[in-house]
């Protein structure tokens, strides 16, 4: 995720901007957004995030011939391309954050963050939403996946980038422990924002219930 939102330098010593501030690239990878892995904006992706993806052994391109792309690779733009269509506010904020910050935030944190401290979703209705994600197959997850992300960004609610890729990578092995985790986070992290809540503010009530 570093080449996305971080200059980097050449082995020649040139400088490469960051391609969350190329808008060709930026634009190529939104295009991703909802659209099978074989469509023609997938074909333009490639070739802006090929030289940080491991390539394939012969071997396993043959095993795989005629099948979809590895898992891995399709969290991989799958991410990018959310990162590339948040909007400015937040393009500009990952710009300017240490990526290391963002670490630890589950999707599950981060739609509890956004009910309990930016009010973007009632409590049930965030729960709802985590709920219908953690229920999706894979094609599910990466068509529903991004609207609640873009929504969550739009208030620059914080969400972990390389976490994300691993459990999009993941989820068609490991989805019922991925969503058991978001789940139990979204509960653990409201419990704490309620407990914060109370002790600046005792005679509030919660305005996430």
């Known amino acids: ?3 996305l939102t971080q200059d ?7 400088l490469l901007p960051a391609l969350l501030k190329q808008p060709g690239p930026r634009a190529d990878l939104k295009r991703c957004l909802g659209q ?8 333009r992706a490639w070739g802006h995030l090929i030289a940080y993806l491991p390539e394939q052994p012969v071997s396993d391109r043959r095993h795989l011939a005629g099948h979809a792309i590895p898992d891995e690779q399709r969290a991989f733009v799958t991410v990018a391309a959310m990162i590339c269509a948040q909007p400015p506010a937040a393009r500009a904020h990952d710009l300017q954050t240490d990526p290391d910050r963002q670490r630890a935030h589950n999707l599950g944190v981060s739609l509890a963050i956004g009910v309990g401290e930016r009010h973007l979703y009632t409590r049930d209705t965030g729960l709802s939403r985590l709920i219908l994600l953690s229920r999706q197959n894979v094609d599910g997850l990466h068509r529903l996946l991004p609207g609640t992300v873009q929504h969550l960004r739009g208030t620059q609610v914080p969400v972990d980038w390389v976490r994300l890729i691993g459990d999009l990578a ?4 490991h989805r019922r422990d991925i969503a058991k985790w978001w789940i139990q986070d979204y509960h653990r992290t409201l419990h704490r924002i309620d407990t914060i809540n109370k002790q600046t503010n005792p005679n509030a009530e919660s305005e996430t219930a």
């Open 8 to 14: 980097t330098t050449t082995t020649t010593g040139d």
């Open 170 to 173: 993941d989820w068609r092995r």
């Open 36 to 43: 099978r892995s074989d469509s023609p904006a997938w074909d």
């Open 1 to 3: 995720m570093a080449a």
